[in-house]
């Protein structure tokens, strides 16, 4: 690993998908007209096919909204196998550090479902696993409030 994306981002999140490649997720950065960071109002993402020593062209996800916070993204297998379904774990709001939300993706991450709010209060930096349990498999959601 070591390549970088064309679009700013940082914080950043990978999961595995079901062919092999990587996918990342970050949040996004902008320049202001003096060239300092801004936060942007949504997540950006991009490809691996090489382990990360090079990304495909990188793509903001207009169905993550985002204030400019750590997120965190997971494969979520079927019958222990890596599938096309990822969950992400973010702060789903365009300004402020609340709103903590699950977005799901059945596409390897190229669009993403209504979030499933979790917490509506203040949260910040997140972490979701997956869990494989006698009954199927679950996830687990840490977050900082």
Same mark, same amino acid.
């Given at each position: ?43 950006t993402s991009a490809i691996s096919? /090489?382990? %990360? =020593?090079? &990304?495909?062209?990188?793509? !903001?996800n207009q169905d993550l909204i ?40 059945? /596409?390897? %991450? =190229?669009? &993403?479902?209504?979030?499933? !709010? ?28």
């Amino acid at each position: 690993m070591g390549g970088r994306t064309e679009i700013g981002g940082n914080e950043s999140s990978l999961t595995e998908l079901a062919d092999g490649s990587l996918l990342i997720n970050m949040r996004r950065v902008v320049k202001d007209t003096n060239g300092n960071d801004l936060p942007s109002e949504y997540r950006t993402s991009a490809i691996s096919k /090489d382990g %990360g =020593i090079t &990304w495909g062209k990188s793509v !903001v996800n207009q169905d993550l909204i985002d204030p400019g916070c750590q997120g965190a993204i997971v494969n979520y297998p079927i019958n222990k196998s890596l599938s096309n379904t990822l969950l992400l774990s973010n702060a789903h709001h365009s300004s402020s550090r609340s709103n903590l939300c699950i977005s799901k993706s059945v /596409d390897s %991450g =190229i669009s &993403w479902t209504t979030p499933l !709010v979790i917490w509506s209060g203040r949260a910040a930096y997140s972490d979701i696993i997956t869990l494989h349990m006698l009954g199927g498999t679950s996830f687990c959601v840490v977050y900082r409030m």
